[in-house]
């Protein structure tokens, strides 16, 4: 099983940009789907945005479309976050997490679709 360490997290201005990655070790998760998450105090943790493992398939938590954008180099193991225009609300530990996945355009939204999680990264936007 694959092992996911987060990365860039940080304190930012609203308007703000902050560059999210998820580096993977262990094993290649080129057949791995891969999704972010976060999780802000108080409240579940929550879809931001996925990736098919063919890279040809992207989706996106309505609050974040157009400000996010999620890409992966299987070459190098990683998956990325791009995060633009950060609000307030966008304030929250962040997680990477991964599951095999055998159809090669899935994405998957749930948190319970996903086996393997990184430990977080903490981003904090203020106002």
């Known amino acids: 099983q694959a092992q996911l360490a987060e990365s860039g997290g940080g304190l930012v201005q609203a308007g703000g940009s902050l560059s999210l990655s998820c580096a993977a070790s262990g094993r290649s998760i080129s057949r791995y789907a891969m999704g972010w998450f976060r999780q802000a105090p108080g409240k579940e943790r929550e879809f931001v945005a996925g990736i098919s493992f063919s890279s040809t398939r992207t989706f996106y938590a309505d609050s974040v479309k157009g400000r996010f954008t999620i890409a992966r180099d299987n070459a190098k193991n990683t998956a990325n976050l791009q995060m633009n225009n950060l609000k307030p609300e966008d304030t929250a530990a962040y997680y990477c997490?991964?599951?095999?996945?055998?159809?090669?355009?899935?994405?998957?939204?749930?948190?319970?679709?996903?086996?393997?999680w990184g430990q977080g990264t903490q981003v904090t936007v203020s106002s």
């Open positions: 997490a991964a599951r095999a996945s055998s159809w090669s355009t899935v994405v998957y939204t749930d948190r319970r679709d996903y086996d393997t």
